[in-house]
């Protein structure tokens, strides 16, 4: 500048009319709107041409932010500026800029450059960008990205944002990796609200912490040209992450989108919703989650080769409650929650579950899920045998009291272990199953005893034995003889004192090894019910 005190721009900037107003308002504070007034030629995204007199050069902005002037007298400078046409590159890296920056409804001709630069606060609403590198960009504040059109990606990898990053309505298409936003390692000290956004390519949130919730409400994330459309492996949310419906309310944004851009608010009755759909693969392996994973009205669309991963997460509550996806896996293989909050029609069928491993504390069904389905569930879950899931929703049965839904579902593990037996062992296992249900219902081997009982009581009345010693037998009594064969341990001084033979020594044999099955039987199952297992 010529003078370095008085605030003009030095000469040879040649300020056009339009950089000279924005040069003002930054002195002053101001907005510097140069719209004309037309909403169809005033739309940042439209295929009108914008003319001169709405152009600044990025070497200007770049010299007011860097190394503005002094704001007038009483007044704080900031560059606030509204429907220009930003031309050249507009590159900031390294830089430190203290101003507060808002641009509003503008355009710019090349990528914006951010890398390692550090701003107060930054908000670029409803902007057409080629092209966002912010790499290690540090914010105080706030960095709000709205409504904005980016054609090439956004790149956050590793950045900082001291407060809330935002990207509601925003539309991002694939960089050359197929990526629309990378933001590797990036951490947000608040919220991250995406709600309503378009993201056409991958969006990579690998090892990311967010400080507060994770909300893509509304949000469509669409990747047809890879595996993934949302890859988040070891991403950490403080509170919940909410892929979720959106109310379509008269507010610009979705529920909870937070001032200058919205109103909090909850969708009311009869308000139009946009669900989350994503297209392609997501990967959230080894996240943790402080509240929940909420998935309530979502929409997963895969191709047979794609995942919906969710590998060991943590979080006391998952909310799987989207709609079937009709192709694709669901892996949840090591994960941990303590609540899981589910309906019927949510969980794919077989072989499209895998959730070896998955530990859950609490089962809350909304709506029908009955035990048959439940057992269903599980099946799809384990193509091949594995006992944990069976004992895992056994334990949880218990642990809500449901005792008899937990005894059947450990009945249906012993059904399908059998299936995997060789010959012998199966037979044997069908023969427990049908007898006693492998002593998980002992009830049936007390209605088993007495049919043998009666049957021998009869068989004995007709063919009754001859005494072992003659003169010392006690008096012949069929149904103690009977009940004494069928009795282990206990003696009713009846079956030693008579001596059966021919065809009542082979009944007595079959009553005596029966009792013995049965009897044991009947203690293994007392002895699981005291045991609650």
């Known amino acids: 500048m010529t003078e370095p005190a008085d605030g003009d721009a030095p000469a040879d900037l040649q300020l056009t009319s339009a950089e000279w107003s924005m040069w003002q308002a930054f002195r002053n504070g101001s907005t510097c709107d140069l719209h004309i007034g037309d909403p169809a030629r005033d739309d940042p995204h439209g295929q009108q041409l914008w003319g001169p007199e709405r152009r600044v050069r990025a070497r200007v902005v770049a010299l007011l932010l860097l190394d503005g002037p002094p704001a007038q007298p009483g007044r704080v400078s900031a560059l606030q500026l509204t429907g220009a046409y930003i031309t050249d590159t507009l590159d900031l890296a390294g830089g430190t ?8 409804d503008c355009r710019f001709e090349t990528e914006v450059v951010l890398p390692e630069s550090r701003f107060t606060t930054l908000r670029m609403v409803n902007c057409a960008i080629p092209r966002l590198e912010a790499a290690r960009l540090h914010t105080e504040g706030d960095l709000h990205l709205p409504r904005c059109v980016v054609h090439s990606g956004v790149r956050l990898t590793d950045a900082h944002i001291g407060t809330d990053l935002m990207l509601n309505q925003t539309v991002v298409h694939k960089d050359r990796q197929g990526r629309s936003i ?22 990579s949130l690998r090892g990311a912490t967010v400080g507060v919730s994770l909300s893509l409400r509304g949000s469509h994330l669409r990747n047809p040209f890879g595996r993934r459309a949302l890859n988040a492996p070891q991403l950490t949310v403080e509170r919940t992450l909410y892929l979720t419906a959106a109310g379509l309310a008269n507010s610009p944004f979705s529920s909870s989108a937070t001032p200058p851009y919205g ?10 919703m946009q669900r989350f759909e994503c297209e392609g693969g997501m990967r959230l392996d080894d996240g943790r989650f402080g509240d929940a994973v909420d998935c309530e009205h979502a929409r997963f669309i895969m191709e047979s080769d794609q995942e919906l991963s969710l590998r060991r997460i943590q979080t006391p509550e998952l909310r799987f409650l989207c709609d079937r996806p009709q192709r694709g896996r ?27 491993g998955f530990a859950y504390e609490t089962l809350i069904p909304r709506g029908p899920f009955p035990l048959a389905q439940r057992l269903q569930w599980v099946a799809a879950a384990t193509p091949e045998y594995a006992p944990e899931p069976y004992e895992m929703l056994a334990a949880s049965l218990r642990t809500t009291g449901e005792d008899a839904d937990a005894r059947e579902v450990l009945l249906a593990k012993q059904r399908r272990r059998r299936e995997t037996l060789p010959l012998a062992a199966k037979a044997w296992g069908f023969l427990q199953d049908w007898t006693v249900a492998y002593g998980y219902r002992p009830g049936r081997a007390a ?15 007709m063919s009754p034995p001859p005494p072992l010693k003659a003169g010392e037998a006690p008096p012949w009594n069929p149904y103690l003889y009977s009940l004494d064969l069928l009795l282990p341990v206990i003696d009713l001084n009846q079956s030693a004192a008579w001596k059966p033979g021919g065809g009542a020594q082979w009944v007595a044999a ?8 049965l009897a044991t039987t009947v203690a293994a199952g007392a002895s699981r019910l005291l045991r609650r297992q």
Do not use: C
């Open 97 to 104: 800029i203290k101003p507060f920056v808002e641009l509003r």
């Open 182 to 203: 990378t933001a590797d390692g990036m951490t947000v000290a608040q919220d991250l609200q995406a709600e309503m956004m378009e993201s056409y390519g991958e969006l």
């Open 330 to 356: 669901v892996i949840l293989s090591g994960a941990r929650v303590v609540n899981l909050i589910d309906k019927s029609a949510s969980w794919p069928g077989l072989g499209g579950l895998w959730m070896a």
């Open 263 to 272: 109103t909090a608010h909850t969708p009311s009755r009869g308000t139009r």
């Open 447 to 461: 209605v088993w005893m007495a049919i043998l009982w009666a049957i021998g009581t009869a068989y004995f009345s």
């Open 510 to 517: 079959v009553l005596i090894l029966a009792g013995w099955i």
